[in-house]
């Protein structure tokens, strides 16, 4: 499971570290795609083969190759180097509008990669809503 709020770098060369705590589970690398919203998404190999069959599940076949075409072209597979670092492509930095300071988001079965300022304006964003937290 991913939990946490970590802010984080990215640096010239498009390298982030991920956080030490999310490391483990992505031992065998994992996918980074489109997230919802202005942000990207990171799944490990095997969470993101259970996302896509659970998304894909319920569509006519119209809008499952709508889906597919914005999904899986823009995703990347990653591995971490030996520092822990990833790779995000610069097609998904340019989506996501990252800078060189961002926020990594622990959001259960995936992480996400956000702006800092972006993530920021999100959060105010819900406190503002009021919704209840369930906990």
């Given at each position: 499971m991913f939990l946490g709020e970590h802010e984080h770098t990215i640096?010239?060369?498009?390298r982030m570290a991920v956080p030490a705590k999310f490391r483990v589970q992505m031992d065998?690398?994992?996918v980074i795609s489109k997230g919802m919203g202005v942000c990207l998404s990171v799944y490990t190999m095997q969470g993101w083969e259970e996302k896509s069959a659970e998304l894909a599940s319920g569509k006519t076949s119209d809008d499952l190759r709508d889906f597919e075409r914005r999904i899986y072209p823009s995703a990347s597979e990653i591995e971490l180097d030996g520092q822990g670092r990833m790779i995000i492509p610069a097609k998904l930095r340019t989506y996501a509008k990252l800078g060189t300071e961002v926020t990594v988001a622990g959001v259960r079965d995936h992480f996400e990669i956000w702006d800092r300022t972006s993530w920021q304006v999100y959060?105010?964003?819900l406190e503002a809503e009021g919704g209840t937290i369930p906990f």
């Open positions: 640096d010239a060369k498009g065998r690398g994992g959060q105010e964003k």
